[in-house]
């Protein structure tokens, strides 16, 4: 059978092999409107930055090359919004 490309199989292993980083989702607080730099603080690596917005609270940016993917910031995030996934390739902001 032709195969293009890179199978499932070793797409899928590529993204376990990556480390994992913090992600984080929709659920921040911050979107809602509301300050909080929680995760920020609980940084060891100091990994999440604030960027400034109009209208809005500065938003959570985790620069996923400095991120070890500890975990910490996942338990102080107060509205449960941070998980650890797989880093996005090229995206160390
Ligand atoms: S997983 Fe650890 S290193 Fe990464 S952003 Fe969270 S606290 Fe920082
Ligand atoms: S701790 Fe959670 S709710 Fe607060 S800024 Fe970070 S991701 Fe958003």
Redo the contacts with the bound molecule.
């Keep these: 059978m032709e195969t293009q490309g890179p199978s499932r199989r070793a797409l899928f292993r590529g993204q376990l092999l990556s480390k994992p980083v913090a992600v984080?989702?929709d659920?921040?607080?911050?979107?809602a409107g509301?300050v909080?730099?929680?995760?920020?603080d609980?940084c060891p690596e100091s990994a999440?930055r604030?960027r400034p917005r109009i209208g809005l609270p500065p938003q959570?940016i985790v620069n996923e090359t400095t991120c070890t993917g500890c975990g910490e910031?996942v338990g102080?995030?107060?509205?449960?919004?941070?998980t650890l996934g797989a880093a996005r390739r090229g995206d160390a902001s």
């Design positions: 984080i989702g659920d921040c607080f911050v979107e509301i909080c730099r929680s995760c920020g609980s999440i604030f959570a910031c102080a995030c107060p509205g449960e919004a941070i």
